[in-house]
């Protein structure tokens, strides 16, 4: 077999892999039921802090009626919940439910099972050599 095939075969394996963390994963967290449209916005409500509708409708550009659609879609599967201001009562902000944050993290997660993976089936000096393999690229 010459390199360039043994190299794809690698690279193949290594991402197959990491496909089958994320599948695991997803059926965990019972992600089949989301669209991922929806995945999207979790991850948006996740790295945004205070969020609340008028500036969730601003980031995607759409209207607050959809928002309070999206929201309340979201609200149902159990990935957000509204949580009023304290300091202004009309003000809703939107947060994660623990089950949105780890579908919102799911791809961090899955690198954290490949990693457990990786240390289960590699001996510590195949390791050693992953690693500096890898920083290569």
Do not use: W
Request: neutral net charge.
């Amino acid at each position: 077999m010459e390199k360039r095939e043994l190299v794809f075969n690698a690279v193949t394996k290594l991402s197959s892999l990491g496909k089958e963390c994320n599948l695991e994963l997803s059926r965990r967290l019972g992600m089949d039921e989301l669209q991922l449209n929806q995945i999207h916005y979790l991850k948006i409500i996740n790295r945004t802090v205070d969020l609340t509708f008028s500036r969730f409708a601003e980031i995607l550009n759409v209207t607050k009626p959809s928002i309070t659609e999206i929201v309340n879609k979201l609200i149902r599967i159990e990935c957000v919940r509204k949580v009023q201001s304290p300091d202004d009562g009309r003000i809703y902000f939107i947060e994660l439910t623990e089950k949105g944050r780890s579908i919102a993290q799911v791809t961090s997660l899955a690198d954290q099972r490949l990693v457990e993976i990786i240390l289960e089936r590699l001996s510590d000096s195949e390791i050693d050599c992953f690693v500096e393999l890898v920083s290569k690229l």
